[in-house]
Nanobody, 117 residues
Framework: QVQLVESGGGLVQAGGSLRLSCVAFGSIFSNDVMGWYRQAPGKQREPVATIASGAGANYADFVKGRFTISRDYARNTVYLQMNSLKPEDTAVYYC???????????WGQGTQVTVSS
């Protein structure tokens, strides 16, 4: 079993920055994919960024150049540095891990990010 614990959400003005963190507990391998998704009110959950050993980092077009995903493999922790935030970035952000061996997805509880204009 895998448990994901997120932190770092909050309220910020447009143009500001926030950093999200997610710690994974359980049997984690470096090639398991970790990443962030988000879900705004009335919208479907969408991928934001993912990272895995050997696969590098991948970003949704709408965050390229503004968000940076990184991972501390020794601490089973993934980060999302969010800069130049926009009101449309307002959403609940979910940490995600996909086990390479089984394809099973695990989710964190979600953390609210609100960007005011």
């Amino acid at each position: 079993q895998v448990q994901l614990v997120e932190s770092g959400g909050g309220l910020v003005q447009a143009g500001g920055s926030l950093r999200l963190s997610c710690v994974a507990f359980g049997s984690i391998f470096s090639n398991d994919v970790m990443g962030w998704y988000r879900q705004a009110p009335g919208k479907q959950r969408e991928p934001v960024a993912t990272i895995a050993s050997g696969a590098g980092a991948n970003y949704a077009d709408f965050v390229k150049g503004r968000f940076t995903i990184s991972r501390d493999y020794a601490r089973n922790t993934v980060y999302l540095q969010m800069n130049s935030l926009k009101p449309e970035d307002t959403a609940v952000y979910y940490c995600n891990l996909v086990k390479v061996t089984t394809g099973v997805h695990y989710w964190g509880q979600g953390t609210q990010v609100t960007v005011s204009s």
